[in-house]
């Protein structure tokens, strides 16, 4: 720890005692430890990059010195590593740091070997401090062509849509404009001007790539489709039909997430993001900052949300990768990264996080995909308004809460709109700070309650620019005094104030007879706020700093004019593309190949991953993310309890099922949609209450001849998921609650040789549902609960391995793909719903990836009962293989129990469904299964089948 | 007399307030979340409170050890009024993050009258990580510990959740000696057949010493313990709750309705007040 203060000897021994060192564990000294030693390896960060220990070691040395430290003060926390090895050097020490140790975007570090080591100085004094030295200034920016401003815009790294430039120039050299912009002092756009419109035009922002105009072509038929605006036709168009049959949905489309009624007091709120890019390069800061980011969202909606849950999807390359290509960082070190970020963001914000998956795919070496998503709840009303609305007025006082405002996260947007290369910033890497968000959390909620929150939303992307833009709407206008908002170090420029994407912030409107309230209120969670602004009704966007105008926009600016974006889709079928049913003759040994599919890594127990996320803090846990006998196995879906008063519930559950889109986008969206559903109605939610949130991360689309041959097939592909979203949501009835799409998951990685190779990800769709539960106590987990009770399969098996993990395993991709029968599904879900509902079922369990015999295994193990299955009972369609029974992955399927006192009311119940008892649950150690001709193929322990499951990652901890 | 009155400590990152005041209403008593600035700045006074709980959570984020920052600030601020507190024959409750504070306070062990001085420690996990489980615990039923009165006559081994990365207590030969001979040591990490954990990993999950979940001062009426009582103060917190179901459903049983053994444990220290 580096103290840059001006304190006493006698004030350093109190601190150095009473704060950093344990006097039962721990020793300190102020010069350096004598410690045995080959080498030492110091790491420290960089100067600017979040040093949370640093920080709040300030707070503790102030409170307990009782003074405060100087702006130019600081405390600065590094690691000194020491390493025995006499052989190895510095070349060694060097990979060690930089491939272990330490990320060299955010972290520096210094080797010593014993020789160079002065006793004395140890490492010498470092101190990461940020120096700008610099003053201010605002530069204005010559419209004068649209290759000037083109210019400028690969300059400054804006991201600028060619197609958007000619209606900036047009609005800036509008004579009106200019008469009025003279007024306040104003020619040429100046840079905040031109920085606000290039954020709120970023395809993350403003989702261009959504809203484009699509040219559809469909090489099989020959037909064409313009699809204008996929966001409107598929997304919004669907959900505001559905908003107006289900009056449990309170609140769709607009706010940072969406609202569903909980009960008549409350209501829940949901939404999922994506944090790609940054968690590409720094994968700990990134994940940290996404999933604490995320939990802005419920708290910015409506007046203030509890957060309640969250929950995370990961997407890796393979995690044993030994090829050629080298990416920024290995899978295995990427994924551990993102690991420890959300552990880290979701623990510290005490925050449960219920449910997650994790996917391995070559496709993701190029950028790795990291999903976040935040469940909050409000109270319905707040004195007698309703806390789902919120508007700002003119006078409102614009109010920043939270952190300060310093260089990192500038174009964070506009960077992750790009594919990532060498050239991305390294400035927008953050790191996440959840215990000042927390104290945030608490205060807003505490002020939310008061009645002192007008309007509420946060700093994410964009930082300011975003949320103040985003806000000023409803009063059409606000006045900004930059000068205002409070800095980490001097000497940022204003337009660097303005999109600074600084972490844990919140803007929030108040009325201005309510200030003293407000700040007393802030200063009592010790959170800093500031009154940056005025909300009015001026139709501008004004901003100044010093009394200058450096600012002078249109608040329609960003809605009027804009040119759609255009893009070219072609399909080609499967077929077409030359994809086949491999020939494959059956296996005789099904033992070893299902403990293989098992040991896959994306299927095999990740159960180190649920056992460091806190899943039960609130104390709202019902179904786990683990559970079963030995409370190992996953869950199909996690439940809580939100309102502790209240046996009503909430059930969570997401799914990703990527590698069909090798096949066809259409059949991953209809597989992953389905997946989810199931995940829910198997616990014992009902598809009439269902909501979901759609995470798109797709490839670049955008054709080039060059650098995107295959772009109009990714559009193609991108255009039919769309498509099976809205069908498949129309049919189950589900609204979008919430939804965000993440393009550009593409990656230039140099390989052995020096060239370098684009690596794009699979399609990639992640849903998320939730549901009201009504009565928790009736909630049906997956595990086998006792021998004797007869184990059934409902819905129908097919011949469908196309993009199987049975196939996969084998090298094959096939082209029977699965595919959903919505209509005919969700038959069999009310069904499955009133069985659960009337407590017939002892358990339920969907079958997904790897199909009956992998999920079979999962209800044996989760029970720690054996079972006898008989495959000839199934209820099949076009299936007489053994390894079609068992690895096909057809959706709307389940395996339920059910004690045998129940059978007949069971049977009764789905008598018109396709529907069969396999088996039973035995006393017996063993899973046996006879083939479809009568002879058992299989017979292994429950206990081998776990035993290779948890092999891939058991010993992880 | 009126309703016991429990104030539970909120703000600077802790995060177990609203369940662990849920969990002492449902034990009867009347519980506040109060803010800890606001028993600094006086607006709320020790003095109307029986049970004064220091929760889980991540106090100033752990950073410099976990409860270290939080101890600090009440040393700095609170030091006396907490011991006068004590010495009134209230209860303080120290869970997960408020354990180690209390440790860090010195308000645990409190060996001969000590309140004041570090002689234990909660450090990092032997396994490296933060983990969240749930464990079984062995209740030393000459203990003087209030708040687990009676937890050997329950049907079933106690279980509650663990959720912490530095929950490994660690003390002196000499010290643990006292701890043991004075029955401090009220609650250990347990198998599940009720046996000490002896240390086995994952059953003792973090590699304390002598398997300790929770000790208790030679009043019995400060109490810390690693485990989350709190967060099992419903039947369906439990893991084994659909199990536990079903077996009651085929024996024509309902599933056990009355007070959890977390709840218990709260309701103790209330009855206590009483």
Excluded at chain 1, 8 to 18: F, G, M, R, S, V
Excluded at chain 1, 600 to 621: L, M
Excluded at chain 1, 705 to 723: E, H, I, M, T
Excluded at chain 2, 36 to 58: C, E, R
Aim: glycine share 10%; net charge negative.
């Amino acid at each position: 720890m580096t103290i840059d203060a001006a304190l006493t000897d006698e004030q350093l021994e109190t601190i150095q005692k009473e704060i950093f060192t344990n006097p039962v564990t721990q020793t300190s000294s102020f010069e350096p430890l004598d410690i045995v030693f080959d080498w030492t390896i110091w790491v420290g960060y960089r100067p600017g990059v979040r040093d949370n220990p640093g920080s709040t070691a300030v707070e503790a040395i102030e409170d307990i010195l009782g003074l405060k430290l100087g702006s130019n003060e600081g405390v600065y926390t590094s690691r000194r590593y020491c390493v025995e090895g006499s052989s190895l050097t510095t070349e060694h020490l060097n990979r060690v740091a930089g491939e272990l140790l330490a990320n060299d975007i955010i972290q520096q570090w210094k080797i010593f070997s014993k020789k160079d080591w002065n006793p004395s100085s140890g490492t010498g004094i470092i101190i990461p401090k940020v120096i700008l030295d610099h003053t201010p200034t605002v530069t204005t920016i010559p419209v004068d062509s649209d290759g000037s401003l083109q210019a400028i815009s690969d300059e400054r790294n804006l991201a600028l849509n060619p197609n958007d430039i000619p209606v900036i120039r047009k609005y800036f050299l509008d004579k009106k404009v200019k008469k009025e912009r003279h007024r306040v002092g104003l020619s040429d756009p100046t840079d905040i001007e031109i920085e606000y419109i290039s954020q709120a035009r970023s395809d993350h922002c403003n989702h261009n790539t959504f809203r484009g105009r699509f040219h559809y072509f469909d090489l099989e038929t020959g037909k064409k489709e313009v699809v204008d605006n996929l966001f409107k036709t598929c997304i919004e168009a669907p959900t505001l039909e559905l908003k107006e049959k289900k009056p449990w949905v309170i609140s769709v489309l607009w706010d940072n997430a969406g609202a569903g009624l909980f009960d008549e007091n409350h209501y829940y709120v949901i939404t999922g993001e994506t944090h790609n890019s940054p968690s590409n390069m720094e994968a700990y800061g990134g994940a940290i900052t996404g999933i604490v980011g995320v939990y802005r969202d419920p708290l910015g909606t409506g007046k203030g949300s509890k957060l309640l849950m969250g929950g995370y999807g990961f997407c890796v390359g393979e995690r044993d990768y030994q090829g050629d290509l080298k990416p920024h960082l290995h899978p295995r070190r990427l994924l551990d990264g993102v690991i420890e970020g959300v552990r880290d963001g979701g623990n510290k914000s005490g925050i449960p996080t219920t449910f997650g998956q994790v996917i391995f795919d070559h496709g993701y070496m190029g950028k790795c995909l990291v999903f976040v998503t935040a469940v909050g709840i409000m109270p319905a009303q707040i004195n007698g308004q309703p806390a789902d609305q919120k508007k700002t007025s003119p006078n409102d006082l614009v109010i920043m809460c939270g952190g300060r405002v310093g260089k990192d996260g500038i174009h964070g947007v506009t960077a992750s709109s790009e594919t990532f290369s060498e050239h991305t910033p390294a400035g927008h890497v953050q790191i996440g700070d959840p215990y000042t968000q927390k104290k945030m959390h608490d205060f807003l909620l505490e002020a939310r309650d008061q009645g002192l929150i007008r309007f509420v939303t946060d700093n994410g992307g964009g930082g300011l620019s975003s949320s103040v833009g985003e806000s000023a709407r409803f009063s059409n206008g606000c006045e900004i005094y930059l000068e205002k908002v409070p800095l980490k170090y001097e000497g940022l420029d204003q337009w660097e104030i303005w999109v600074s994407e600084s972490q844990e912030r919140m803007t929030v409107a108040i009325d201005p007879e309510d200030l003293e309230t407000f700040l007393k209120l802030s200063e009592k969670h010790a959170v800093e706020s500031t009154v940056i602004g005025t909300y009015t009704d001026s139709g501008k966007l004004h901003i100044t700093y010093d009394g200058n105008t450096c600012a002078y926009v249109n608040m329609d600016l960003l809605t009027a004019g804009f040119p759609q974006w255009e893009f070219e889709a072609q399909w080609k079928s499967p077929a077409r593309r030359g994809l086949f049913e491999p020939v494959l003759k059956e296996p005789s040994d099904y033992g070893n190949i299902l403990k293989d599919i098992l040991a896959r890594p994306n299927i095999c127990s990740k159960e180190w991953i649920c056992r460091q996320y806190d899943h039960e803090v609130q104390g709202t846990s019902v179904v786990k993310p683990l559970m079963g006998r030995d409370r190992d196995v996953n869950s199909d879906a996690s439940v809580i309890r939100p309102v502790l008063d209240s046996e009503k519930g909430l059930a969570f559950a997401q799914a990703l099922l990527p590698l069909y889109s090798t096949i066809d986008a259409f059949h991953m969206t209809t597989c992953t949609i389905d997946e989810a559903v199931r995940r829910l109605i198997a616990v014992g939610a009902d598809l009439e209450n269902i909501g979901g949130v759609d995470n798109f991360c797709w490839p670049n689309i955008q054709f080039h001849p060059k650098n995107n041959p295959d772009g109009k097939f990714k559009a193609a592909q991108l255009v039919r998921s769309c498509k099976a979203l809205q069908e498949m949501c129309l049919t189950y009835g589900i609204p979008l609650l919430s939804g965000k799409d993440s393009m550009y998951v593409d990656g230039h990685l140099p390989g052995r040789y020096g060239e370098s190779h684009k690596i794009s990800a699979l399609e990639t769709l992640q849903f998320s549902t939730i549901s009201v539960i009504n009565n928790i106590n009736k909630c049906v987990t997956m595990d086998s609960k006792s021998p004797g009770d007869l184990l059934y399969v409902l819905g129908t098996t097919r011949n469908e391995l196309g993009g199987s993990e049975y196939y996969e395993h084998f090298g094959y991709t096939g082209l029977n793909v699965p595919e959903v029968a919505a209509e005919q599904f969700k038959k069999l879900y009310s069904v499955l719903t009133q069985a659960i509902e009337e407590e017939i079922i002892a358990s339920a369990h969907g079958i997904y990836r790897g199909g009956l015999g992998v999920h079979l295994a999962m209800v044996a193990m989760g029970g720690g009962f054996g079972m006898e299955i008989d495959l000839n009972d199934l209820s099949v369609e076009d299936v007489d293989r053994n390894d079609v029974a068992l690895f096909s992955e057809s959706a709307g399927r389940f395996i339920i129990t059910v004690a045998p006192e129940n059978k007949s009311s069971f049977e009764k119940m789905f008598a018109s469904l396709p529907f069969a008892c396999i088996g039973n649950i035995t006393d017996s150690p063993d899973v046996n299964v006879k083939g479809v001709d009568g002879i058992k193929i299989l017979s292994v322990p429950v206990s081998d089948l776990k035993a290779a499951w948890q092999k891939p990652f058991g010993d992880l901890i | 007399m009126s309703r016991v009155n429990v104030l539970v400590l909120a703000g600077y990152g802790l995060n177990c307030d609203y369940e662990t005041a849920y969990a002492f209403e449902l034990a009867g008593a009347k519980s506040t979340r109060v803010h800890i600035n606001a028993l600094i700045d006086g607006s709320v006074q020790l003095d109307d409170f029986q049970i004064l709980v220091f929760g889980g959570g991540f106090s100033w984020g752990d950073d410099h050890g976990a409860g270290v920052v939080q101890a600090v600030r009440f040393k700095t601020y609170l030091g006396d009024t907490i011991l006068e507190f004590i010495d009134k024959g209230n209860l303080v409750l120290g869970i997960c993050n408020g354990f180690q504070t209390l440790v860090n306070l010195g308000l645990l062990p409190g060996i001969d009258q000590d309140y004041k001085s570090r002689t234990i420690a909660l450090t990092f996990n032997d396994c490296g990580n933060f983990q969240d489980r749930w464990v079984s615990l062995k209740t030393n039923t000459n203990s003087p510990c209030v708040f687990t009165k009676g937890f050997d006559q329950l049907e079933s081994s106690v279980e509650f959740p663990v959720r912490h990365g530095e929950g490994k207590f660690y003390a002196e030969q000499g010290v643990l000696k006292r701890l043991q001979n004075d029955n401090q040591i009220a609650l250990q990490y347990a198998l599940p057949d009720g046996g000490l954990a002896q240390g086995q990993f994952p059953y003792n999950p973090n590699g304390s010493m002598e398997d300790i979940a929770g000790i208790c001062d030679p009043t019995g009426r400060v109490f810390g313990l690693m485990p989350h009582p709190e967060a099992y103060n419903h039947p369906t917190n439990h893991p084994d709750w659909t199990r536990v179901r079903e077996q009651m459903k085929r024996q024509e049983k309902l599933l056990d309705s009355g007070p959890t053994a977390g709840v218990r444990l709260f309701k103790n220290g209330v009855d206590f007040v009483k």
